[in-house]
C-alpha cells in the first residue's frame, strides 16, 4: 500500500509561482516496468484533470493549458514528485492531487491507472 502527501499549496496573485511536493511511501515500484506518478487537479464544480504524469523510467506528460508554465520532476532519492507551477492563472485554482499507481504501465496519463491518492492541497491564483 502507498501513503501519498501532498504540500505547497497556497494563494498567489496571478503570474505567481508555486511548487507542489508529493511524497509517496510505501511500495511504489510495482515491477520491471516501472510505475507512475502524477498531478492532477479539480476546480470546484469540474471534473477532476490530469496536469503532469511521470514515468519512473523519465517520461512526462503535461496538459496542453500548463504546457510552458508547469514542470513535473521528481528526486528519487527523496521518493518526491513536484510540480513547479509559474505564470500562474486565476484558471489554475484547483484542489491539486498527487496520485501513484501501484501497477506498470507504459503511459501513465491515463486517471484509471491509479490507486493511490493524496488528500489534495488546495492553490488559488487571484487576479
Known amino acids: 500500500q502507498v501513503q501519498v502527501v501532498e504540500s505547497g499549496g497556497g494563494s498567489v496573485t496571478a503570474g505567481g509561482s508555486l511548487k507542489l511536493a508529493c511524497v509517496a511511501s510505501g511500495d511504489t515500484d510495482s515491477g520491471r516496468y516501472g510505475s507512475c506518478m502524477g498531478w492532477f487537479r479539480q476546480a470546484p464544480g469540474k471534473e477532476r484533470e490530469a496536469v503532469a504524469s511521470r514515468h519512473s523510467e523519465g517520461d512526462t506528460d503535461i496538459a496542453e493549458s500548463v504546457e510552458g508554465r508547469f514542470t513535473i520532476y521528481s528526486d528519487n532519492a527523496e521518493n518526491t514528485l513536484y510540480l513547479q507551477m509559474n505564470a500562474l492563472e486565476p484558471e489554475d485554482s484547483a484542489t491539486y492531487y498527487c496520485?501513484?499507481?501501484?501497477?506498470?504501465?507504459?503511459?501513465?496519463?491515463?486517471?484509471?491507472?491509479?490507486?493511490?491518492w493524496g488528500r489534495g492541497t488546495q492553490v488559488t491564483v487571484s487576479s
Open positions: 496520485a501513484v499507481a501501484s501497477d506498470s504501465f507504459t503511459q501513465c496519463w491515463s486517471e484509471a491507472h491509479y490507486d493511490s
